[in-house]
């Protein structure tokens, strides 16, 4: 089946996670042979929009996506006028059931930032004023905070989280990476099984379990869990790291 839309994660996907990455050469044959195929692009990272792109300008990728899809959960598009704007009214009311959530939520983040007070060096993130993630100063700090918002949200089913090595983002239980591909492949007529999804960790597994895409892989640094998932979804597990193991997937279903 042909590839008609392309989600890849931006860091330790597309780029690898030192400062000064760049995408591999390989990366820019395949895309540019993906455009030329008719395909769509997406980034589908948990960078905020002026983030992503300004880590997509530092890549030095041959063209922009098409659609950049930020904070696991907002869906953006280039204008005309080369400017990006929301697509759809998707991240409207994701905003408002978000908002609801938190509001209910209230003592479970209270207990996250009393335990952001810890001395374990867990760092509170805020975006338009309001409580957003938070970050550990290691993995091992970053699993021990797993278990215990687990344990204090307890009463809360629909708060969640989405997570990689120390970064964390809290959000409803249905709003992540793989609900909003799949909002994307519905505004833009696609089915699941021409979708292929890519990425390396924790917070790219609803968009690999094969719930929002039928093509589905992971490039050579992918944490272990990733690699399951892609492999119980029937999909791909690259040698290469990084971008070239994005372009190794793009090759293998495409083949």
Known sequence: MAIRLLSTDFDGTLIGHEPDSRTAASLAGALTGLRERGAVWAVNTGRQLWFALEGLEHAHLPH?????????????????????????????RMEERTTELFARARHVLAAIEEMSSSGEGIEMLYENGRIAGLM????DTMERTVQLILTAAADVPEFSFNRNHVWMRFAHREIHKGSALAELSRLLGIPRGEVLAIGDHHNDIPMLDGS????????ANAVGEVKEIVRAAGGYVSRHPWGEGVADAIRHFSA
């Open 64 to 92: 922009d996506p098409e659609f950049v899809l930020t904070c696991e959960k907002d869906i953006f598009h280039r204008t005309g006028e080369g400017a990006w704007e929301a697509f759809g009214d998707w991240n409207a």
């Open 212 to 219: 929002a895409a039928g093509m589905v892989a992971c490039p």
């Open 136 to 139: 550990t100063p290691d993995t």
